[in-house]
């Protein structure tokens, strides 16, 4: 095959990819302990526009990551005093982050930069001595943003703490049977709390790496279903951060082909292109529904005592 | 001489059976020392509607096995969820070794050295005996595995009890996993256990195993309080015996008085506590009898013709759970009563679904008045005659948001005289929900009432009317008076006969409770791991029988 | 004692306790919104006024407004019966674009080729059952897998709104012209007005089918079978109602409803469906459902209310200078308004019950949405 195609699919890969692997690790924390964050989406983008603000502003695109993490947070904090705090229902609080968020920063966006998209610079790569050499891989796969190292070194983090850790074992806990965490002396709110915390920054982070390494603009409504799609990389990975990696890097080909294809001449209609990804996740949950087993008190909230 | 002491018996209403200045060291009147490691004074716990305790208070010693009596509803459970920090009491206070000591949570529970197996298990199924143990003991950041294999090996000694730390908790027979429970319970070097019905899951050999366990724990110093609702089962493992009936300490047995007197007078003394004026009309009630004394009470047996008939039935168990391993074939016949006995987990909730329709059968047949049901619908075989009184009332036998009206129809939507093609008529269903609400006494504000919002009781009998109407011909129930009242299990029981012997038709009772099935049925299947290990016929002996049958099923009790 | 609405209470204060209800969160959502307006330098007091007049007050703008009611209330049924069902169909936009490719896409064909009334009929029954048939992917996959139909759904939405650009780019591409944009149906052709206006006869479609949709749920078994369904799915089984098959016929209906809007819309407004067009209704209108509970009776003035911020609110936001996506942003707070004031509610009725820890209310939840 044409090694420019290669070439182009695997960067493509990751630069769709990567966002969505944060932002499926992070789902994943939370799922594992029993929290489904319908407002993923949100979370992305707002850490995306946060990101995207600071890094214009500051110049610096590790301050950009560092206020694209704290957004992120910041917007699942809302899921923490409503859903696990307040024990009120996850979809529809879900809900409600998403639709704030889309409104929001559409109209932060607006008022900031009216209708001017302000571009940032590329990112500094990092290369690999030796690696980056290889030929057709090494340019994509070696000598990237330092973010992108981050992002493969914390599926290991992930892996370690969920299934080496005691804080791991108690969100896993948090999310089977948290009766028996609370009987064993645990805080199950304080574990949900971290856990949805940790998600609220990786999303963050997810949506900082679309805006400032992927696109390098904010535009409204960026992120067009890739905090769904996290969801459902979640679910399938079944808190294996490994799987994860696969799916995200699975459907970052999906998301960003159409440019590949464009380079080796391919024409084919954007719309049938766009329709990839959502094709791929429908196939995906069709032929893997029935194996995705989900943690049994995922989306319930926890109450002690309740008879 | 007062052997039984009541509230309000000694100064100041604090009614221990001897009243010392300050709890600790005690002497008891048979001259050993018995520290007191717990004592609860005046805790009262209100729920929304309900006092679950009332000014409660309790003394429990070192190295004796203090049991916890009373009737379901009883507020045991709750009491001593407040010990384990799971409840917060309006008023009282708790004094762990003398000093008075604020539980508001399951970790100050557990730091004080007290531990809690509960009712319904607090394993997580998919995580190994490793993980569950090692569960809430977070010392730093990595998990201890090592350390954690070393605590279980010392206490499986202890216990005299052998465990695969590996193995994943829900392969282990129930039993097991108790015995696991236990370990986690006694995991920080606790003083205290706490055991909340542990019987209710064990065969016969398991009680015998629990029991030598808790000879253990007595000798190395441990309190022990142990809940139950048999009367025999607190003779026979408690030294001292606290009746509680709604809420109430109604009074308590201490351990000279046990050992004094006989069997009978004791029993009597319990029974008044339990049920003050009633004794007599519950004389037959057979949680309060001896196993040994109950036989089969005669009734105008004439058995009919076979409604019911299972051949070689296998049925798959769902997510680890047993289900009907080999082929089950039984027949229960017209105005008979039969039972299937067995641990629970054994494979009665696949084998009741599985004749519901809920559940598919992977093998033989079902047959209900010589009509084939395996390729019908659940609603068809209802249509045809069958009924199913499930185990699970709140969870799947009544719907809780709707109106008691409503869930007395809810399997005859859409037929007549309720719905007229297709349409409803509200004015129907009431009449009816009315004449049921009045044959079976439910007690509930109006027919509109939620469901849900009824007691324990009250939505069992929903069901059950709801079931035995319209003339059934072949009713399963699943466990049918677990946990409810006295009153309403005889009431239950009673229907269960009276369908049998005056509506002739055909009831099979699965059960977990050995004693209900002796006082129900006619004949006995036993279920262990799955398959049917043989009937026995209802008489004398039968009990001996049932027992050898279910433990020549598990493998290592 | 608990905040309980005794036998006694007189029907004027029960009434304007069960509006306050519903209507706290949105007051409180719209002073959130004007605080926010405030510190963007808009203010808030004009933007609203704008709102009102240019949704309500006008007649124009009032006429706009019934006219946006028409596929709004339609949308609505269709969630209603989902949610009914205990189904969240947030993939709603999938379904209306794709009945409203199809029905663009054919509608100047069929109006020329048939008496034009018939041709209507015909259209809006074929809204109906695209919109019926883009349900059955999600539906599949919750009824026999058990797949959480949010996800599913949504995913198809995605696919559906790129699909109908396809289409209309694609087969239906108008061969007048050189907008990207299906044929045009001739403007006498159109639904009717009504008399004396220029509201057309979809809103009396969409209040029929509103009136219907009420009765099924109250009145009939069907809708019984669906109100258990989506109270205790177990239950349903175990009475034996075919839970597959009620899963299935609920999203096939919600669809439908929803299909049939994006039909009425297009045949009583447009009369053709440009590329890239995407009302998106859905997303906010499902929490204006979800807001509104599941009563019809309830519904009604809260998505009129909600129509009426879509058109004054569009005019308001054109003046101020802001995005029209301020309104997604209005409708959030609402939502996070609504889960609080829920909170608050049930809190009080709690009246004392002690729990050391946990969040402690939801037993309560179950208990207050009984008594009102």
Known sequence: ?307 | MAPVSHQGDEEGGRGLTTAPAHPGHQTGDDGSSRDVAIQLCGITKVFPGVRANDCVNLVVRRGEVHCLLGENGAGKSTLMNVLAGIYLPEEGTIRVDGRDCEISCPRDSIDLGIGMVHQHSSLIPNFTVLDNLMLGQGEGIRLSVKKAQGGLARLATMLGVEVDPNVEVAQLSLGQQQQVEIIKALWQGSKVLILDEPTSMLTPKGIEDLEHVLLHLKEEGLAVVFITHKLHEAFAIGDCVSVLRQGRLEGTIDNETMKRSAPAELQSMVVNLMFPGEAESLANVAELRDVSELGRTTRAARIGEPLLELAGVTVPGRHGEIGIEEPFSLVVHASEVVGVAGVDGNGQRPLAEAIAGQRHISAGDIKLAGTSMRRLSIGARQHLGLRYVTDDRLGEGIVGALSVAINMVSKRIGTKPFWIHGRTRPAAISAHARSLVDEYNIMTPTIETSAGSLSGGNIQKVVVARELAFDPKVVVFNKPTYGLDVKTTSAVRARVRELADAGGAGALVISTDLEELLFLCDRVAVLSRGRLMGVVENKPGAEQEIGALMIGGSHSE | MPEAIHVGTPTWLRWAKGFWRHAAPVVYGLIAGGVLLLILGKNPLSFYWTTLESGLFTWSGLMQTIIRLAPLLLMSAGFIVAFQAGLWNIGGDGQFLMAAAVVGGLGAWMVGAMPFWLALALLCLIGFLVGGAWTIVPSTLKAYYGMNEIITSLMMAYLGINLANYLIKGPFLTDVGFVPQTNVIPFDFLLPYLPGTRIHVGIIIALVVLGIVHYMQTRTGYGLRLRILGANPKAAKHAGINVKRDIMSSFALSGALIGLAAAVEVLGVWGYVRADWNPAFGMTLFAIVFLAGLNVMVVIPFVFFFAVIQIGGHEAARMAGLPNDFLLLLVGLILFFMVLTEWARVKAALSGRHKAGGAGVADEDKAVANGQ
């Open chain 1, 1 to 307: 095959m044409d090694s420019e195609f290669i070439a182009a699919v695997i960067t493509g890969a990751i630069l769709a990819g990567m966002p969505l692997l944060f932002t499926a690790l992070g789902e994943t924390i939370s799922e594992q302990a029993g929290v489904l964050n319908i407002g993923l989406e949100g979370m992305m983008l707002f850490g995306a526009y946060g990101g995207f603000v600071v890094a214009n502003w500051s110049g610096s695109s590790w301050l950009g990551f560092l206020a694209a993490l704290v957004a992120g947070m910041a917007v699942s904090l809302l899921m923490v005093v409503f859903c696990v705090r307040m024990g009120r229902d996850q979809i529809v609080v879900g809900i409600a982050i998403l639709l704030a968020m889309e409104g929001l920063t559409s109209l932060l966006h607006d008022v900031q930069y009216g209708h001017s998209y302000p571009r940032l610079d590329a990112v500094p790569t990092v290369s690999i001595p030796g690696l980056s050499k290889i030929p057709v891989v090494g340019s994509s796969l070696f000598d990237q943003p330092l973010i992108f190292y981050v992002g493969i070194a914390l599926i290991f983090v992930v892996g370690w703490v969920l299934y080496k850790s005691n804080l791991g074992l108690n969100i896993r806990a948090a999310g089977w049977k948290p009766v028996a965490l609370d009987n064993a002396g645990v805080d199950v709110l304080k574990i949900r709390t971290i856990a949805v915390l940790s998600t609220g920054a990786l999303a963050g982070l997810g949506g900082g790496y679309l805006a400032i390494v992927t696109a390098g603009i904010f535009v409204p409504f960026m992120t067009g279903g890739m905090g769904f799609i996290a969801i459902v990389i979640a679910m399938l990975g079944r808190g294996r951060p490994v799987w994860v990696l696969i799916g995200s890097l699975l459907f970052g080909i999906a998301l960003s082909i159409a440019t590949a294809l464009q380079l080796v001449g391919v024409q084919i209609s954007t719309d049938l292109i766009n329709m990839l990804p959502f094709v791929a996740v429908i196939v995906a949950l069709a032929l893997f529904a029935r194996q995705s087993y989900l943690p049994a008190a995922l989306a319930l909230p926890f109450e002690r005592g309740k008879r």
